[in-house]
């Protein structure tokens, strides 16, 4: 299989600088989609442009989908239509679950069925528009899953942050939190000591990050062995996808939480040959989420959906008003939604 590897030093020098003094994008938080859906979804779009496609972002570990706010304005900006959700216990749920029928309760395999969902809807609402997935740390994971899991359903993915092989980082906390988890089962441990130092080298990142409260600062331990569970399990279904799915992988050579570095061998037992895997010299874990958007890594990704999207047509308009989540669910369940796509 062959894979594009680039790891960054000069070949950026040309980068056109992110910056847009005439479009005005708009952040939508509780749009006509999420109410039909009953799910906190964000949408992010520039209503005078033509819509060139749709991307759903998938938020990392401990953030939420607001924290693609300033990378999904850029986007925006450039004509794309933005949607991104928060996953079950983060975000909106932990203030809000009440107003989604939820609660706190941290479900990845809900989060995932909840994303299947909304990219299903989003083929029935916009049937001309390819879709594409963005996901970063755990919300690439995410992504990758659902394209190797649904190829039908999604035209691409960009994966940020793709998380395989975590280092190993020892804190003098870990008995201390191994004995207070085997006394209290569902005692949460603060994970300032396991993220703080390693997430981003950005330390205006750091502190804003340290000091918000949408973000989730504890989990069980049980938890977080699931969040190893899921990552491994969707680095092995990607061999199962298609073998000219395009995936564009983005990952910082620095990062503190994963091995970027075993990312090359890893991608090679991939189903697909269509893989352009970009290593940053200078950049750690985080790269897109929760900061100022990056020039550099801005323009890879822009240039890698041009690539991937034709001449922009005027489809920004659903086609017809969606219905509910559960009869939306139950057409993509009986047709499989393959019959509704066209490719």
Known sequence: MRVKLAILPAIL??????????????????SSLSKDMNLPIYEWVEQHKPSKAIIVA????TFYAASWNDFANYLAVKGYHVYALDQRGFGRWTLEGDKFAGDKKIDFETSQQDL?????????????????????????????LLASEHPELVDGAILAALSHKRRLNPRLCWAGDVVNQIVKPNAEISLAPYSLPYISSNLILTDNYARDPMVRHKMRIVDLIKVDHFNKKAIAHAKTLQPNFPLLIICGQKDGLFK?????????????????LVILPNEGHLL??????NPKIAAIVTSWLQQQTPPPV?????????SKRTKQAEVAKKKRISSVLQF
């Open 116 to 144: 299947l969902d909304l990219i299903s809807t989003l083929r029935l609402r916009y049937p001309k528009q390819k879709v594409f997935l963005l996901g970063e740390s755990i919300g690439a994971n995410m992504s990758l």
């Open 314 to 322: 005027n489809a920004a308009k659903p086609t017809k008003q969606v």
């Open 288 to 293: 897109l989420e929760y900061q100022i958007v």
């Open 58 to 61: 998938v938020h990392s570990l």
């Open 260 to 276: 970027s570095s075993e990312l090359p061998t890893a991608v090679k037992q991939f189903g697909t040959h269509n893989v352009s």
């Open 13 to 30: 020098l040309g980068t056109v600088f992110v910056s847009n003094a005439i479009a005005t994008p708009i952040c939508i938080k509780d």
